[in-house]
């Protein structure tokens, strides 16, 4: 069946360094969206890319959609105890439209 | 504005009791609903989804059942707990149209069975 790979499971940062997280699925997608689950919260959604190629950024994240529409990254820069959390790839199927999960990616800033 | 209403919040049960979690979603109509399972720092398995009343999808055979008895309405069910059954459960709604499947999520229901 059709999957969404995501890596790595956890890292690890101190405070101030970069923090990258990969999604590669194993078909072409719609679209991919991206969500942050904080620890003890619900996801919730930060974005959504449709466009082969496309890159977006919201302040200190930058979100890029590959050209085959397979694959998509999140890299936040400087890292901030606000970023804590769990992050979420989500790829829409071409075939039934449901979402495709990533497994998330947990952001802990080391002390 | 659309909400979207989940409880309860927390809940423990024991082995071999029935289960009721119910969702419900306003502002919005023929949404698409989601039933997932979240285990403790894992990801999300999608259980049921439901694209109109009386439309339930089951994505992992199991000991739950889902229904819609009315639009925005989402139940999930069992009639006996397991402890495998423990996780966040969490409703989502999405629009039906196809081509803006943003999930939006209720805060979920701690489940832990006994």
């Known amino acids: 069946g059709q999957q969404v790979m995501q890596i790595p499971q956890y890292q690890h940062v101190q405070e101030g360094e970069d923090f990258t997280t990969y999604c590669n699925s194993s078909t072409t997608l719609s679209n991919i969206q991206w969500y942050k689950q904080r620890p003890g919260g619900h996801p919730v959604f930060l974005i959504q890319?449709?466009?082969s190629g496309e890159v977006k950024k919201q302040k200190r994240l930058t979100f890029q959609f590959g050209e085959a529409k397979k694959n998509s990254s999140l890299h936040i820069t400087a890292t901030q105890t606000t970023d804590v959390g769990t992050y979420f790839c989500?790829?829409?199927?071409?075939?039934?439209?449901?979402?495709?999960w990533g497994a998330g990616t947990k952001l802990i800033i080391k002390p | 504005s659309q909400t979207i209403h989940q409880w309860p919040a927390t809940l423990v049960q024991p082995v071999g009791s029935p289960l009721s979690l119910e969702c419900t979603v306003e502002g919005t109509s023929n949404p698409n609903l989601y039933w997932y399972r979240q285990a403790a720092g894992r990801g999300l398995q999608l259980l049921f989804y439901s694209v109109g009343i009386g439309q339930i999808s089951s994505e992992v055979p199991q000991n739950l059942s889902a229904s819609r008895p009315q639009d925005r309405q989402f139940i999930l069910s069992s009639k006996k707990l397991l402890l495998s059954d423990s996780g966040f459960y969490l409703c989502?709604?999405?629009?039906?149209?196809?081509?803006?499947?943003?999930?939006?999520f209720g805060q979920g229901t701690r489940l832990t069975v006994v």
């Open positions: 890319l449709v466009k």
């Open positions: 989500a790829g829409e199927s071409r075939s039934n439209y449901q979402l495709i």
């Open positions: 989502a709604w999405s629009h039906r149209t196809v081509m803006n499947t943003e999930a939006f």
